[in-house]
């Protein structure tokens, strides 16, 4: 019904004329404010090796409100929880209208390779972080294993 | 990556640059842009250095006179979108007359705009345009020949003295309503059109058409020689006449 805006045609185009490596991001067939993400586990973390895929849409006064950004497949991480849900400053009061789509995927590519148990969203997971980090990474690795790849 | 010498666009809509408008910090964005920032976040988009309260009282904008009738000869084949402010008709920003336009012509019955981070809904059978989020603020809307005599574009004030005389504030029902109306520059603020004026608060009345004065800066120059009064009648300033 509404037309798309312009700034959503560009950054859709944009990224799919110069995608960022490790992520990908499709608008859905129906929906062009939806889009299908895959963002690889950054080496050198336990996520490495691993496929996410996350859901990202575009509300309505985008770019004046964040994207909603939510993990679809299951990982273990102190900043996501169990509904993938991602604790991120610029997702929430930190957005800012001159980040993008591409930005905001780096951000969360680039909170798997640092957790940061001391903002929370998993509350176990984060404590286990923090008592015990190498059993954390294990586990985090574990279900990277089991949910993130080969699918 | 387009066109490699070419201005830089807004960072805001990813667009080129309409009506370029500095913030004290610096910050170069688009007139609606900075009107959409003002009024959700607050804050520069770049460096998140927060907007005054008063900001849109002396916008600074960097382009010469941008209320131009760039091209006055072959109006009778163009049209011109217009929205209802207090006292007179505002000209749509260029991006939204061209959408009002196509979907216009393309027969729908209504069209949806993002204008300042708000979402807006026009309906052509009734020709007003309708908040979204709150449907009692609309405004009627009309489409007109580019010439006709409007308070400038999207909020940005006609800077020319002479089309500055201000509608006055008798209801302008009648679509051919000229400029023969204008020239009594009394009492325009209480007027029955007000509630058509969309206002909720202090905040945006300051960004909405009551836009009182402008500064305007070719390039650089920062404001200080301008001492404008708030008074809803006063002309804009102008350093170019």
């Known amino acids: 019904m509404a037309a798309l805006p312009r700034r959503i045609i560009k950054e859709t185009q944009r990224l799919m004329q110069e995608p960022v490596p490790g992520i990908s991001a499709v608008p859905s067939e129906n929906n062009a404010r939806y889009f299908h993400v895959i963002v690889t586990g950054p080496e050198d973390s336990p996520f490495e090796g691993g496929l996410f895929k996350l859901e990202l849409f575009l509300p309505e006064d985008y770019p004046m409100s964040a994207p909603k950004v939510r993990f679809i497949t299951k990982i273990y991480h102190p900043n996501i929880d169990r509904l993938g849900r991602i604790c991120l400053d610029i997702l929430k009061d930190k957005w800012s209208p001159a980040l993008q789509i591409r930005t905001v995927l780096l951000s969360i590519q680039a909170l798997l390779s640092a957790p940061n148990p001391d903002d929370p969203l998993a509350n176990d997971v984060a404590e286990l972080w923090k008592v015990n980090e190498s059993e954390a990474i294990r586990n985090a690795k574990e279900w990277t294993r089991r949910y993130a790849m080969d699918n | ?241």
């Open chain 2, 1 to 241: 990556m387009e066109k490699e010498n070419a201005e830089p666009d807004c960072a805001i809509c990813l667009q080129k640059l309409h009506h370029p408008t500095q913030l004290p910090c610096g910050h170069v964005f688009c007139f609606l842009c900075v009107k959409g920032i003002a009024i959700q976040s607050k804050k520069c988009a770049m460096c998140r250095t927060h907007i005054p309260r008063d900001y849109f009282d002396h916008p600074i904008l960097l382009e010469k006179q941008p209320l131009d009738e760039v091209d006055e000869d072959c109006d009778n084949n163009k049209h011109q979108w217009y929205y209802e402010g207090r006292n007179g008709w505002w000209k749509y920003e260029e991006r939204s007359n061209a959408d009002l336009e196509a979907a216009f012509t393309s027969g729908v019955s209504e069209c949806l705009l993002l204008l300042a981070g708000t979402i807006y809904c026009v309906d052509f059978q009734n020709m007003v345009q309708i908040r979204r989020s709150d449907p009692t603020k609309l405004r009627r809307v009309k489409r007109d020949i580019p010439t006709f005599p409007s308070k400038g574009i999207a909020g940005i004030k006609r800077l020319d003295p002479q089309q500055e005389t201000g509608q006055t504030g008798q209801d302008v029902r009648d679509e051919n309503t000229n400029s023969l109306q204008e020239g009594n520059e009394t009492d325009v603020i209480n007027v029955s059109e007000e509630s058509l004026v969309e206002v909720d608060n202090s905040s945006i009345e300051s960004l909405s058409d009551g836009i009182r004065n402008i500064t305007l800066q070719h390039n650089n120059a920062v404001d200080g020689s301008h001492v404008s009064s708030p008074n809803e009648n006063d002309e804009p300033s102008s350093e170019d006449t």
